[in-house]
Every structure is written in structure tokens, then in C-alpha cells.
Nanobody, 123 residues
Framework: QLQASGGGVVQAGGSLRLSCAASGRTFSDYAMGWFRQAPGKEREFVAAISWGVIGRYYADSVKGRFTISRDNGARNTVYLQMNSLRPEDTAVYYC?????????????????WGQGTLVTVSS
């Protein structure tokens, strides 16, 4: 299971750090991704990281503002540091695990999903 947390309300220009904690199994050999879904829109890719932390992949809309990282040790957690937040970043953010180990943007590639955490950016 994956548990996302860290969402909240922040003003434009602010920062938040999302966490995705794994339980019940280890995902250290999975690629991990973050996706988001805004009201009335389809779920979209945000960022992904390879199992070995070598590869990181970002959507153009967040490149340079968001950073994905992971702790494959005891914490078994993936993070999304979000800086310079904009109102258009408002969405429910989901973490997901892909057993291919390769960071990918395709939602259908991911095998496990967390429940989502809401991020609201006010202008």
C-alpha cells in the first residue's frame, strides 16, 4: 500500500513537500511516480524516479519547480518537493509504483496507487 500525505493550502509562490510512504511491501525496486488530477480534468503525469535514483523525469509544467526524490532505506518513502507553486498546481496528488523500474509518464504503466492528497494554491 501507498500512503500520500503533505497536502494543504498554500499561497502562490509558496512550497509544500509531499510524501508517499509504502507499507506492507518494499518498493525499492520499483520506479515511482507522482500524478495529479484537477477538478474536471484528467489525471496527469507530474514526475517519476527510477528504482536506482539514477533517472528523474518531469512534466514540462513543473520542471525547475518540483523535485522528486526517494529514500529506499527504512523509510521506504518517495517525496515531491514543490516550490514556486501556482494556482494551476491545485489538484489531488497521487503517488504510484511501476514494477518496470523505469520512470514513465504513462498512467497505465503503474501497478499500485496511493489514495491522493489535496494541494490547494491560492492566488
Amino acid at each position: 500500500q501507498l500512503q500520500a500525505s503533505g497536502g494543504g493550502v498554500v499561497q502562490a509562490g509558496g512550497s509544500l513537500r509531499l510524501s508517499c510512504a509504502a507499507s506492507g511491501r518494499t518498493f525499492s525496486d520499483y520506479a515511482m511516480g507522482w500524478f495529479r488530477q484537477a477538478p474536471g480534468k484528467e489525471r496527469e503525469f507530474v514526475a517519476a524516479i527510477s528504482w536506482g535514483v539514477i533517472g528523474r523525469y518531469y512534466a514540462d509544467s513543473v520542471k525547475g519547480r518540483f523535485t522528486i526524490s526517494r529514500d529506499n532505506g527504512a523509510r521506504n518513502t518517495v517525496y515531491l518537493q514543490m516550490n514556486s507553486l501556482r494556482p494551476e498546481d491545485t489538484a489531488v496528488y497521487y503517488c504510484a509504483a511501476d514494477d518496470s523500474k523505469i520512470p514513465r509518464a504513462d498512467l497505465d504503466s503503474y501497478d499500485y496507487w496511493g489514495q491522493g492528497t489535496l494541494v490547494t494554491v491560492s492566488s
